[in-house]
């Protein structure tokens, strides 16, 4: 008996040191943020359509046409922290007290938060530059 706790103790370790490779495959929010950019401003086609449903939907009405913030907050600083639960909580549920809509009947929303999310997270990175975006293989 002595020897199989000292098995299971020695185990143990090596079991919690998996877990977190585990959860941070399966949590979506810990996953890396996949885009491309080029030149600051040419971009894949996915973060080509996160940014179009930027200019859409208006968003730089409240928070700037460089994510600088106006009278929504600043993107460039949020996206330093904000994982992409939040802001799916946040797109989709909206903080109306505060001002900030509901785009969940939103088609072109729901069908590229992803690719919104990742453009905004390449504006605060400070890889994608502020203004137009092209795609990667135009000239």
């Not at 585990?22 to 040419?42: E, I, L, M, T, W």
């Not at 809509?101 to 929303?109: T, W």
């Given at each position: ?10 185990a143990l370790p090596a079991a ?42 208006a968003c730089e009405r409240c ?8 009278v929504g907050p600043s993107l ?64």
């Amino acid at each position: 008996m002595k020897g199989r706790s000292i098995l299971l103790l020695a185990a143990l370790p090596a079991a919690l040191f998996l877990l977190p490779v585990v959860y941070a495959q399966n949590n979506p929010s810990v996953a890396q943020v996949a885009f491309k950019v080029v030149d600051g401003n040419k971009v894949d086609s996915n973060t080509l359509q996160g940014w179009k449903t930027w200019r859409a939907l208006a968003c730089e009405r409240c928070h700037g046409a460089q994510q600088q913030g106006m009278v929504g907050p600043s993107l460039i600083d949020a996206f330093k922290t904000l994982d992409k639960e939040e802001f799916h909580r946040t797109v989709f549920g909206g903080r109306v007290a505060k001002g900030m809509p509901d785009f969940s009947s939103s088609q072109m929303m729901q069908k590229n938060w992803e690719n919104l999310y990742a453009y905004l997270k390449g504006r605060s990175d400070g890889q994608i530059k502020p203004g137009d975006l092209h795609a990667i293989d135009s000239q």
